[in-house]
């Protein structure tokens, strides 16, 4: 589906493996820690959404495949009957709604504390993230992880792939595995959080080996015309710094690129970088581009549509937003007749909380 004739609008159809998208407008994923403690969705979170079941495409958000990869507290899962049970509701209310939906996969390393998951955080280095992680009791400082053995990689690999059958069993269309943001695909693709000397660690192609090999056995699992792949090239979140970008980058995404996938996600995407263009040549298929809106300043006026067109103009095939439709249940109408958007309120609200800065956002027809 790449661009070689004319840019299509935002609001042109578009097809995605199996799936017919009304628009190119994509809901990023979005951690709103609104699941039950033991990581099964709630009927807030169907509700939702099924509320931006207008989007071309929801991405639910980071769902961990095992225990010890559970970041945050109530942060969903995929590895248990109830979590299928509870995510089955929230895929039938957005079809209802007529939406379509991916989940997205996330382990997250060493962002992640006992007192979250029950165990010590896992990494491919015994590195800390430096700083403080969010827990039932507050913010404490994260603790020193746990060096994965060469065994719990490969068992891990094995979660991400019955994740992904999970998925697939609780209605999604496909999966998305993170590789982005400083979770754990992203600790093994970076130089200072992982200083393995094994098969996993030292040269790119060692670094590169766990995503490939998760996406391998996702892909094994569920058909790869249903995974995509989030990264996050040069982008410092949780602590990362990847120390040799330019070099990770090209050979990831040309050894994804043999896999025949359905779509490959990059965060923070500038049309001007020359890393983001490389990535377009060398990537055949679908590419979802996450504008870069500015983070922590309030949303442009025009939702990100501007944004979002430039990137469609320097080559990306689907646009995904995060905030703008967090803010903005209907935010395929706003865009559409370049209303104003809602900005985000209540910060606090974002990543924690019930209904309240959740299902409120009012509709246009509602203002
Ligand atoms: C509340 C919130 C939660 C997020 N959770 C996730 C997540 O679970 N997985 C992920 O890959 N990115 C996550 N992100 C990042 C977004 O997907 C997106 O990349 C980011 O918000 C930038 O897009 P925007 O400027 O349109 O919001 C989150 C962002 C926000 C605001």
Do not use: C
Not at 12 to 18: H, K, M, T
Not at 79 to 85: E, F, L
Not at 263 to 291: K, M, S
């Amino acid at each position: 589906m790449t661009n070689t004739t004319a840019t299509p609008s935002l609001f042109a159809p578009a097809r995605l493996g199996a799936l017919e998208l009304p628009n190119r407008l994509v809901m990023a994923p979005m951690t709103r820690n609104r699941a039950h403690a033991d990581g099964t969705p709630s009927e807030l979170m169907a509700a939702y959404y099924a509320q931006r079941a207008d989007a071309g495409l929801i991405i639910a958000e980071a769902a961990t495949p095992n225990r010890v990869g559970q970041t945050y507290a109530n942060i969903p899962g995929i590895h248990t009957a109830a979590h299928v049970a509870g995510w089955r509701a929230v895929t039938d209310s957005v079809h209802a709604a007529g939406g379509r939906m991916f989940l997205q996969l996330q382990h997250g390393g060493r962002v992640g504390h006992p007192d979250n998951s029950g165990s010590i955080p896992v990494a491919p280095s015994p590195i800390p993230l430096p700083d403080t992680i969010h827990t039932p009791s507050g913010h404490q400082q994260a603790v020193v992880p746990r060096e994965l053995t060469l065994d719990e990689i490969h068992s891990t690999v094995e979660d991400f792939a019955a994740a992904a059958r999970n998925a697939i069993d609780a209605g999604f269309a496909g999966v998305e595995v993170h590789s982005a943001n400083g979770y754990l695909l992203h600790q093994f693709l970076s130089q200072n959080t992982n200083q393995r000397t094994d098969a996993y660690g030292g040269s790119v192609t060692n670094r590169i080996r766990f995503t490939l090999e998760v996406v391998e056995a996702v892909a094994a699992a569920i058909g790869p015309e249903r995974v995509g792949v989030r990264i996050s090239p040069a982008v410092g979140a949780n602590g990362i710094e990847e120390g040799d970008t330019d070099a990770i980058y090209p050979p990831l995404v040309a050894a994804l690129a043999r896999r025949h996938l359905a779509y490959l996600h990059v965060v923070f995407a500038d049309p001007e970088q020359p890393l983001f263009r490389r990535i377009r040549e060398i990537w055949p298929g679908t590419l979802i581009a996450n504008p870069n809106l500015g983070w922590g300043v309030p949303l442009p006026e025009d939702g990100g549509k501007h944004a979002a067109e430039r990137l469609l103009g320097a080559g990306a095939d689907l646009i995904s937003l995060g905030r703008s439709f967090l803010a903005n249940p209907d935010l395929v109408t706003r865009l559409r007749l370049g209303a104003p958007v809602n900005q985000v309120r209540d910060a606090h609200l974002m990543y924690v909380g019930g209904a309240e800065g959740y299902l409120d956002y009012p509709t246009l027809v509602a203002a």
